[in-house]
């Protein structure tokens, strides 16, 4: 269940409590965990975490939900609604540098867990609130859900072809956002507690997050005072530049300047597109494209695209090919790369690497309070007093 740890993790030492559930608080929890902190997530003692009810089934009560977004932790099951589970959180809240949250507006304080008291009991605890919308505003009670904020915050509107409707994003990327969000300002906290000894709290709405998201598109429909158009796979402003059909299957062409495009002329055997002073800009092929593109597209479709692809790569040109996702995540590059950790439930590395290698997965996803008895222990329950809080339901 644990791999071997990896030396010197920048966050070794610093202890998390996650009380939150489904994406991206426990997003926010995973990243600390992949950097080293030592992470415990407390889930219901029957139910556990929401996501161990969704997407593929992964044995002992996991799923591809939760295990995506679960690696590095230890579980522990605590029905913090009982007041004997609460007063354990808290106790957990006093050792921790970091809790994670995402109740519903004032559940947390209900429950003897909100930011005021467990701050003043604990001054150095950094305390994450993820929520919907902002916490000091007219919608603060509003639940907030990932596909909810991409209709609310435009990022539908921005996907897809202008003849189709607004499209969401294959993943849930405003939930996942939020946690990688969260994840950063956790750790300029930390950082600023070196230098004030005290934590802080930190606030994430998915609404903000989702807005944030929009970026160079949200500009560009401010500048417009509408907004842009929707190009598919192509790019709005570059051309040529998107996905393609080469006579055996598609792939991702990128002509980011007016050198590369006088190549990708010379590799299709078209010079003369390049010699003609209307496409010699890329200005030009953008107002063209309508022109220009399909000239391109059959001669694109007349070659296979391995052959595509290696001359356009020894051409200079940004190419690839469009994998299928089991095909992307099962291929050599992937595998070279260390980004799949194999196992009866195979979950994805940390995508980042320092001095030159991954951090570890030192645990693999947990079984629902895998390590209750572990936890409490800890904290000073022996084993009678655990046997008794088991029999009235309190832990897992």
Known sequence: ??????????????????????????????????????????????????????????????????????????????????????????????????????????????????????????????????????????EAERPGYDLVVQGESGLMAMNGRAEDPPLKFGVAAVDLF?????????????????????????????????LSLTSYVGLGALALGQDPARVGNAHPAIVPYGVFEAADGPLVITVGNNAQYRRFCAVIGRPELAENPDYATNLGRSRLRETLGPVIEAELARRPRAQLIADLQAAGIPCGEVLGLHEALRSPRTAEAGMLHDGPAPVLAPPYRLDGARPPVRRTPPRLGADTEAVLAEIGLDAARIGALRARGVVA
């Open 1 to 138: 269940m644990t791999a071997q740890a990896g030396a010197d993790l920048p966050l070794e030492g610093v202890r998390v409590l996650d009380l939150s559930r489904v994406l991206a608080g426990p997003w926010c929890a995973q990243v600390l965990g992949d950097l080293g902190a030592a992470v415990i997530k407390v889930e219901h003692p029957e139910r556990g975490d929401d996501t161990r009810d969704w997407g593929v089934p992964t044995g002992a009560g996991g799923t591809t939900y939760f295990d995506s977004v679960n690696r590095n932790k230890r579980s522990l099951g605590l029905d913090l609604a009982s007041e004997e589970g609460a007063a354990i959180a808290r106790d957990l809240a006093a050792r921790a540098d970091v809790l994670i949250q995402n109740f519903k507006r004032g559940g947390a304080d209900r429950l003897g867990l909100g930011y005021e008291r467990l701050s003043a009991e604990n001054p150095r605890l950094i305390y994450c609130s993820v929520a919907g919308y902002v916490g000091d505003g007219p």
């Open 178 to 210: 939020t946690g990688q969000y969260a994840a950063q300002a956790v750790l300029a906290a930390l950082y600023a507690r070196e230098r004030t000894g005290r934590g802080r709290h930190v606030e994430m709405a998915l609404y903000d997050s989702g």
